[in-house]
C-alpha cells in the first residue's frame, strides 16, 4: 500500500503562484508514475499533469500547458505542482496519485490517491 499527503495548497490572488506538495509513504518503491488531478465544486475530476518515474517523461492538460510544472524527488518521495499565473478557474481540489505499473502518461487509471489539498485563486 502507498499513502499519499498533500500540502502547499491555499488562498492565492489571480496571477499569483503555487507550490503543492505530495509526500508518498510505504511501498514507495513500487512507485512508477504520479499525477496531480483536480475537482472543482459541482464538476468532475480532470486531469492535470503526470510525470514517469524517472521525471524524464511529463504530460499536461491543455489547461496547464505553459503554467504549471509537475516535477518529482524519489529521494524524498516527493512529487511537486509549481503552479503559476493562477486563474479563477483553477480552485478546485488538487489531488496526488500514484501506481505502479508504469503506462503512458496518458493512461489516466491512477491506483492511489491522496486527501488532497484546497486550491482557491480569487479575481
Known amino acids: 500500500q502507498v499513502q499519499l499527503v498533500e500540502s502547499g495548497g491555499g488562498l492565492v490572488q489571480a496571477g499569483g503562484s503555487l507550490r503543492l506538495s505530495c509526500a508518498a509513504s510505504?511501498?514507495?518503491?513500487?512507485?512508477?508514475?504520479m499525477a496531480w488531478i483536480r475537482q472543482a465544486p459541482g464538476k468532475e475530476r480532470e486531469f492535470v499533469a503526470a510525470i514517469s518515474w524517472s521525471g524524464a517523461t511529463t504530460y499536461y492538460a491543455h489547461s496547464a500547458q505553459g503554467r504549471f510544472t509537475i516535477s518529482r524527488d524519489n529521494a524524498k518521495n516527493t512529487v511537486y505542482l509549481q503552479m503559476n499565473t493562477l486563474k479563477p478557474d483553477d480552485t478546485a481540489v488538487y489531488y496526488c496519485a500514484a501506481r505502479f505499473l508504469p503506462l503512458p502518461l496518458t493512461e489516466l487509471r491512477y491506483d492511489y490517491w491522496g486527501q488532497g489539498t484546497q486550491v482557491t485563486v480569487s479575481s
Open positions: 510505504g511501498r514507495t518503491l513500487r512507485i512508477s508514475d
